[in-house]
């Protein structure tokens, strides 16, 4: 027999929808970039529709957050919420920077289109294979200290922070003598990066949950003070600092387990006596 829903949790609901809505509108700016009729034809305004779009894929994240921790707060987490939850990460976190890869690569998509969008749907494809494992393996006596591969949203920011600099080097006023080439170099690049992402997704190598294990609870003096100094750097040279802290994220979690691998290892192979 259908079970049938009779109260919603109306806070929490309304976070989950703004991410949704914030996914949306991503699409949307992203949609504006007009197809390149040459590899050269890249233009500023293009670039300010992207950062845009960026933006608000890091906004949607505020709202993901939130709704959990308010859902937890009120003490009002529901199988709804859930659900909802993963149905409105795969539109924001999975379509959206899909899409926004391949208008932010016009070189690529130009020479490339099918691998372009084939690369964009596999990430699709991932982030829903991600969200649903999540759902599926996740109970509520779980710490949510770790995660079993890389979480969709930063899997989205780590394709998102790159809208960041690529506005920076397409600018008008960007006097970066080299602005062309490394905005050419990170085309070709950028979307192998997000299929090796994609994949990431669907691993087992596990990654830290970031604000649980970062700022909740009590902490040293000195993680305070390391974090407001990281956030200052954010903020003078977030054109770059941005990406390069998400790929940072993304690339711990193989580096982390290599190392335990390694150190394992060590530990096998030395004499007891």
């Known amino acids: 027999m259908m079970k049938r829903i009779r109260t919603i949790a109306v806070l929490p609901t309304m976070f989950t929808l703004g991410n949704v809505v914030c996914g949306f509108f991503a699409i949307v700016l992203a949609a ?14 293009d670039a300010g529709s992207l950062i845009l779009s960026a933006w608000l894929i890091f906004l949607a994240m505020l709202f993901d957050a939130l709704d959990g921790y308010v859902a937890r707060l009120t003490k009002t987490a529901s199988d709804f919420g859930a659900q909802l939850d993963s149905l409105c990460d795969l539109v924001t976190f999975g379509v959206a920077p899909a899409f926004l890869l391949v208008k932010m690569c016009p070189r690529f998509e130009f020479l490339h289109r099918e691998a372009a969008w084939v690369i964009a749907a596999c990430f699709v494809a991932c982030a829903a294979m991600r969200l649903a494992r999540f759902n599926v393996e996740t109970s509520e006596e779980d710490d949510h200290m770790f995660f079993n591969g890389l979480p969709t949203p930063a899997a989205a920011a780590s394709i998102a922070g790159f809208a ?13 003598v080299y602005a062309p080439q490394v905005d050419a170099v990170l085309q ?73 691998k390694v150190v394992e290892h060590r530990r096998q192979e030395e004499p007891l006596f």
């Not at 504006?32 to 305004?45: H, I, N, Q, T, Y």
């Not at 960041?164 to 970066?176: D, H, T, V």
């Not at 997704?201 to 390391?226: E, K, L, T, W």
């Not at 100094?229 to 193989?254: E, K, Q, T």
Request: hydrophobic content about 55%.
């Open 188 to 260: 070709t690049v950028l979307p192998f990066f997000a299929a090796l992402v994609a994949l990431l997704m669907v691993s087992r190598i596990p990654y830290p949950h970031i604000v649980n294990q970062f700022f909740g609870g009590q902490r040293s003096f000195a993680h305070v003070v390391g974090l407001l100094f990281a956030l200052a750097m954010v903020m003078v040279v977030r054109n770059h600092a941005v990406p390069i802290i998400c790929c940072a994220f993304v690339f711990s979690g193989p580096l982390r387990l290599a190392w335990r």
């Open 164 to 176: 960041i600099m690529f506005f920076a080097l397409r600018k008008e006023s960007s006097q970066f």
């Open 32 to 45: 504006r970039v007009d197809k390149p009729e040459s590899l050269m034809d890249v233009a500023p305004g």
